[in-house]
């Protein structure tokens, strides 16, 4: 069973809709991480988070640490956000330096079409 | 300033050859982490540095697979006679201190390795 499990794998959403993606955790103690991965292209990390919500344009990303749930929206959806979302969630915290392995979901597919 | 880089950024290889792949992290950045993601299949952790700490091998799928990084920097990962389920893309990540003990990873674009 993986321990970072996201829904839905795919989703098709018309240009101008609210998309939300959710992620449920049962790793990591201290942040989740959104990332981007657009067809062909590399990985981009869109946010961090340990808490609450961050906003970045018309991304939104919330955390309930408590309920190891994060949900990712995104507004006025365009095709150009159309890419598979990854939310990952450290597996250890590793007290020297405080880096941490990631445990990745298996993503989700977000076509958006004109 | 300059991303993670690696190269080659696709290698097409023959089963039982040997591969090197090359990682660049960002200047500063103490700590080096490689990934793959096969087709269909998500992300999964190889291996990691930390600074001068011993690395942490546990996701290395066999020994075959191995990892170097020279003077806390540059990193390559090597895959012996290599197999036909190592083809995947090989992704490389580093990350330094921002705040408190969460580190934002910055990824690299990723070397494509199709084994024939």
């Known amino acids: 069973k993986n321990e970072v499990e996201q829904s839905p794998q795919n989703l098709t959403a018309q240009e101008g809709e609210f998309i939300t993606i959710n992620c449920s955790y049962s790793?990591?103690?201290?942040?989740l991480h959104w990332l981007q991965q657009h067809p062909g292209g590399g990985i981009v990390s869109l946010f961090m988070?340990?808490?609450g919500k961050k906003k970045h344009g018309r991304l939104i990303a919330t955390i309930n640490i408590q309920e190891k749930h994060s949900s990712l929206h995104i507004t006025a959806s365009h095709p150009r956000d159309s890419a598979v979302y990854i939310c990952?969630?450290?597996?250890?915290?590793?007290?020297?330096?405080?880096?941490?392995?990631?445990?990745f979901g298996k993503g989700t597919k977000l076509t958006v079409n004109p | 300033g300059a991303g993670v880089s690696q190269s080659p950024s696709n290698k097409v290889t023959e089963k039982g050859k040997d591969v090197e792949l090359r990682c660049d992290p960002i200047?500063?950045?103490?700590?080096l982490y490689w990934y793959r993601q096969s087709l269909g299949q998500g992300l999964e952790f190889l291996i990691y540095f930390q600074g001068n700490s011993a690395p942490d091998k546990s996701g290395l799928p066999s020994d075959r697979f191995s990892a170097e990084r020279t003077g806390g920097s540059v990193s390559t990962l090597t895959i012996q006679r290599t197999q036909q389920e190592d083809s995947a893309v090989y992704l490389c990540?580093?990350?330094?201190?921002?705040?408190?003990?969460?580190?934002?990873?910055?990824f690299g674009p990723g070397t494509r390795l199709t084994v024939t």
């Open positions: 990952a969630a450290p597996a250890l915290l590793i007290t020297q330096g405080g880096s941490e392995k990631l445990v």
């Open positions: 988070l340990s808490s």
């Open positions: 200047s500063g950045h103490t700590a």
């Open positions: 990540a580093s990350s330094g201190r921002t705040s408190g003990s969460n580190y934002e990873q910055y």
């Open positions: 790793v990591g103690i201290s942040a």
